[in-house]
């Protein structure tokens, strides 16, 4: 509570950040469902809730999850017709090798 106090009360608010912001324009603008996840506000909970080796291979594998910011998938239906978007956003500081 005092961290989600601290965060409320000095306004450090997710759409404050610039990766964040990036991320967000990947996405659709209007979806009826949106499942959203930020690795890095998440790996405490996955460290409490993952078996210890998967949770270490999260943490260790090279290239991993954790080389991604988020991960996003949003479900629409519209006139009897459904639509899937689902979107990984790679760190800022993460490069791609092609060989």
Not at 5 to 16: E, G, I
Not at 17 to 39: C, H, K, R, W
């Amino acid at each position: 509570m005092k961290s989600y106090n601290d965060t409320y009360l000095n306004r450090k608010f997710l759409s404050k950040n610039p990766q964040y912001g990036q991320f967000d324009n990947l996405l659709a603008e209007q979806s009826n469902v949106t499942f959203m996840l930020i690795f890095k506000n998440a790996e405490q909970i996955f460290k409490r809730d993952m078996k210890p080796d998967v949770f270490d291979s999260f943490q260790n594998q090279e290239p991993g999850w954790k080389n991604f910011y988020g991960i996003s998938w949003q479900l629409s239906a519209a006139k009897k017709n459904y639509y899937t978007n689902f979107c990984l956003k790679l760190n800022r500081d993460t490069v791609l090798v092609k060989n």
